[in-house]
């Protein structure tokens, strides 16, 4: 079956350690994406990626980095700058550069650093 | 800037109809699309229009007016698994997805 998979479900990690979540994809999408969701908020972009070792900057960077050196994968990691990373993280997939451009969405990871 | 505006919340009956608007200012305009999401769980696509006009598919209807930035989600004979989040978002002139923070839509007996 075709898919995203994210790993862990849920995370915990204590303040100033970095953390990295995991991103598979299976669709043989070009693009991949990463949000950020808090509680009663919608999603806010991280970082999207339209080509392997190629990735941009989106609305809510700091803190985070990320890689593409497969087209599956796009792992994201929380780094100890990011003042706030607990919350709800979704990584998703698409066609990239047309003009319908559903994404697809893992089931996400919930980051709680204590 | 860009922009989409979506109610934060809104209560229906079961077995009702509710609708769920959004309106856009947005670079470009590639098609909005329309997501269901559960808490804790992942988005799921619901609709897409790039048309104006109206698009039914079983009890969810999607409408769309280019010219007045505008759109909505119409859900018929609501059903207490229907009580989720509904998320609109519109494919910028770069094929961006911009989101609204969603509307959280209870359902009540």
């Known amino acids: 079956d075709g898919g995203i998979t994210q790993s862990p479900k849920y995370l915990f990690r204590k303040e100033g350690q970095n953390v990295t979540l995991s991103c598979e994809q299976n669709l043989n999408h070009d693009a991949m994406y990463w949000y950020r969701q808090d509680p009663g908020q919608g999603l806010r972009l991280i970082y999207y990626?339209?080509?392997?070792?190629?990735?941009q900057k989106g609305d809510i960077a700091e803190g985070y980095s990320v890689s593409r050196e497969k087209k599956e994968s796009f792992p994201l990691t929380v780094t100890s700058a990011q003042k706030n990373p607990t919350a709800f993280y979704l990584c998703?997939?698409?066609?990239?550069?047309?003009?319908?451009?559903?994404?697809?969405f893992g089931p996400g990871t919930r980051l709680t650093v204590l | 800037g860009q922009n989409i505006d979506q109610p934060t919340e809104m209560t229906a009956t079961e077995g009702a109809i509710v609708q769920i608007n959004c309106t856009y200012q947005?670079?470009?305009?590639?098609?909005l699309f329309w997501y269901q999401q559960h808490a804790g769980e992942a988005p799921t696509f619901l609709s897409y229009n790039v048309l104006d006009g109206l698009e039914e598919k079983g009890r969810f209807s999607s409408f769309l007016s280019r010219s007045k930035g505008y759109s909505y989600l119409l859900l018929k004979e609501l059903q207490m698994k229907d009580s989720a989040s509904y998320l609109c978002a519109v494919s910028d002139s770069n094929y961006q997805l911009i989101w609204g923070a969603g509307t959280k839509l209870i359902i009540k007996p």
């Open positions: 990626s339209q080509i392997v070792n190629d990735f």
């Open positions: 947005t670079s470009g305009f590639n098609g």
């Open positions: 998703a997939s698409g066609e990239a550069g047309e003009a319908y451009n559903e994404q697809f």
